[in-house]
Structure formats: C-alpha cells, structure tokens
T-cell receptor
C-alpha cells in the first residue's frame, strides 16, 4: 500500500532564505508526483507536476526533483518570501490502478518570517 | 479565467439532514473528482467521474453519493451527515486520464462543511 510522508511537519524560516521540503513514498511504481500549495481554509493550487520519466521541474523560484528509485522528492524554494507561507502537499499517482488516483502526504506547514 | 468553482464555500447542516455540495468547471475537462480533507489530514479521494462513468473508491461510505448531469457540473450528496463528516470537501478536474500531463489535477477552493 502506497504511503506518502512529508518531513518536517512544520518549518519556520527568515525571509530570503533558501529552503527544501521533503517528500517520501514507499512504492516507487508511480505515474507522476505533484506538489501543491494550500493556504489556510482554501483549496489546493498545483505548483509542479513531475512525470515518472522526469528528474525535475522548475517554475520561477520553485524547483522540484524526483528520485523514483529511492522514493523521494524535494521541493526547493529559493529566496523565500512571507507570501510563500502556506502548507505544501505532495501527492503521487500510483501505478497498478487508474492513473487518476492521488495519494497525498499530510503536508509541511511553512512560515516565512519577515 | 478557466477555473474550478465550488459552492457554497461554507455549509452548515444538521446531523442527519441531507446536504448537497456543488462543483462546476470551465476547463472542459473530462474527469472530475471529489476529495474529503479532515482537519490536519491529507485529502482523501472519495470518487471520480470519467465523463459519465462513475468510479467509487472501495472505502467510500455509502452515505456519500455523486451526480454529474453534464460535463461542467458535479454534485456531492451526503444523505445523512454525521459529526464525523465535518471536513473540507475539495473538487478537482483533469483533462483526461493517461500517463502524460493530461492527468494533472486542478482543484477548486473547497467547501467547508460543519455538522451540528
């Protein structure tokens, strides 16, 4: 059974710092991995999607990597800003079933201090 | 802007009183999903529609039903809400199912359900 874990559960950094969020999954048989942002009481905003054949994706100050063999993904945020404060969720789409299903981690709550 | 819309954003219902949550999309996507997210927990898929084909997750309680009358709209019906059904309900869409980026999911803002 696929399980997704995110460490740390919470992180506080000063503005301007570069940071890395971690995601691990127990079964490397996945179609893709997706990183989301969730603001308090709001829905999910898709940040990056990495297909299983890819190693990384970049969007602006965000860079996500995928190492399928070790079951790990990282989300790198450069030059953090207070507006980056949110919960970051990763989710995998497991092989062996419909390609629609997403298995989520419980997220990392990020606070960027001005 | 193309988007996923959920109404209402906040819904209060009484224990056992049926409630319907609404989702609409202007993306013209084939697939629509409903997730349940309880406080401080990960979102959990309840079911999805591929066009008109309904796909229920094995552990989704019978209390939860869904309707998709057309491509744009999808409804979540909770027949007899219990206190344990209080949660954020998230609607999502994807262009299609498949191995490429067509299965990237786009989420609405969610409906927070309170059960009194």
């Amino acid at each position: 059974k696929q399980e997704v874990t995110q460490i740390p559960a919470a992180l506080s950094v000063p503005e301007g710092e570069n940071l890395v969020l971690n995601c691990s999954f127990t079964d490397s048989a996945i179609y893709n991995l997706q990183w989301f942002r969730q603001d308090p009481g709001k829905g999910l905003t898709s940040l990056l999607l990495i297909q299983s054949s890819q190693r990384e994706q970049t969007s602006g100050r965000l860079n996500a990597s995928l190492d399928k063999s070790s079951g790990r993904s990282t989300l790198y945020i450069a030059a953090s800003q207070p507006g980056d404060s949110a919960t970051y969720l990763c989710a995998v789409s497991p092989r062996g079933g419909a390609t629609n299903k997403l298995i989520f981690g419980t997220g990392t709550l990020l606070a960027v201090q001005p | 802007d193309a988007m996923v819309i959920q109404n209402p954003r906040y819904q209060v219902t009484q224990f056992g009183k049926p409630v319907t949550l609404s989702c609409s999309q202007t993306l013209n996507h084939n697939v629509m999903y409903w997730y349940q997210q309880k406080s401080s927990q990960a979102p959990k898929l309840l079911f999805h529609y591929y066009d008109k084909d309904f796909n229920n997750e094995a552990d989704t309680p019978d209390n939860f039903q869904s309707r998709r009358p057309n491509t744009s709209f999808c409804f979540l019906d909770i027949r007899s809400p219990g206190l344990g059904d209080a949660a954020m309900y998230l609607c999502a869409t994807s262009r299609d199912l498949g191995l490429a980026a067509v299965n990237e999911q786009f989420f609405g803002p969610g409906t927070r359900l309170t059960v009194l």
